[in-house]
């Protein structure tokens, strides 16, 4: 049963953290993956690659998870719901518990993700930066506006790429889409509300208003998937994704993982992040605390 939708936007419920005594790390080393060379450079030149069935059997286990999730949002951290009343379907969205949702931790933990990220990154090490959670309902016709995701996160860096996986079949017209290669653009854009597309209020001179891709889509490459329970697409926190606002036939569910490589450090923004870090004993141009953000992979070495 779909619950009722009373939450509008982003909403701060329970903290975020991993509560003083919870693990962060797994019992085990996670198993690698086994990324092709050719894969692993598509994702450097484009900014977004596609991985067929990775993750197919880790599929029912999320679904279970995010149930628990849909079910009872308020129990959890920052749920999110970006449609109107009045208007059909439901937009939700949540992130920052992996550590409350145990269908969400034993994939984390246990699937080969961390290796995934890694590798594609051509980091030393994979470090969890959170796990984010989206699920729009049938009947859902509201766009995810264009947007690139490294301005909503208080880090910098180059090394990053977040793991989405469909957990419904999800058809071309409402899949995500990405402009090939705006990862290279050398420009951050400011971040937008996903209830209505509009621009964060910040005093940020550095970033810039997004294009209107839509009204320009001809200038563009846009690379996008007819996507399969389990498959997992690739993209670089500076890739440019949206969605149209064609109508949800069924529902449309996913889970990602952010992840962060070598060189990613604490930077502060000028407007609210996700999350909010405010810890007092990080500082700019340092990584980020592995007591909340754990680091899950490191790359073997001779």
């Not at 975020?16 to 990324?35: D, F, H, M, N, T």
């Not at 092709?36 to 977004?48: H, N, P, Q, T």
């Not at 049938?138 to 880090?155: A, E, K, R």
């Not at 450090?265 to 405010?278: G, K, L, Q, V, W």
Request: with cysteine; aromatic share 12%.
């Amino acid at each position: 049963m779909t619950a009722k939708k009373t939450i509008k936007g982003n909403l701060t419920t329970v903290d975020w953290r991993p509560a003083s005594g919870v693990s962060v790390l797994p019992a085990i080393p996670p198993p690698e993956y086994e990324a092709s060379a050719k894969d692993i450079e598509l994702f450097k030149r484009d900014g977004v690659v596609l991985q067929p069935s990775a993750f197919k059997s880790w599929v029912n286990t999320l679904q279970m998870g995010l149930e628990k999730h849909l079910g009872n949002p308020q129990d959890y951290a920052f749920p999110c719901e970006s449609v109107e009343e009045g208007q059909p379907g439901r937009f939700f969205d949540s992130y920052c518990n992996w550590h409350r949702i145990q269908e969400y931790r034993d994939y984390i933990f246990q699937s080969c993700a961390a290796s995934m990220a890694g590798q594609f990154m051509r980091a030393n090490t994979a470090q969890l930066f959170h796990e984010h959670v989206f699920c729009k309902e049938s009947g859902t016709q509201i766009p995810t506006p264009w947007h690139h995701d490294l301005p909503y996160y208080s880090v910098d860096g180059f090394q990053t790429v977040s793991i989405y996986i469909a957990l419904d079949k999800i058809p071309e017209k409402t899949a995500i889409r990405f402009i090939k290669g705006s990862h290279k653009w050398g420009k951050l854009f400011s971040p937008r509300h996903f209830l209505d597309g509009s621009n964060y209020k910040h005093s940020d001179p550095t970033l810039h208003p997004i294009p209107d891709v839509e009204e320009e889509l001809e200038k563009y490459e846009i690379l996008v998937w007819e996507l399969e329970p389990g498959d997992a697409v690739l993209f670089d926190f500076r890739t440019l994704h949206g969605t149209t606002g064609a109508k949800n036939s069924s529902r449309r569910r996913a889970f990602s993982t952010r992840w962060l490589g070598d060189d990613i450090t604490y930077h502060e923004r000028a407007s609210e992040t996700s999350p909010p870090i405010s810890l007092t004993n990080i500082h700019s141009g340092e990584r980020l605390p592995e007591d909340c953000f754990p680091i899950l992979w490191r790359r073997l070495t001779e």
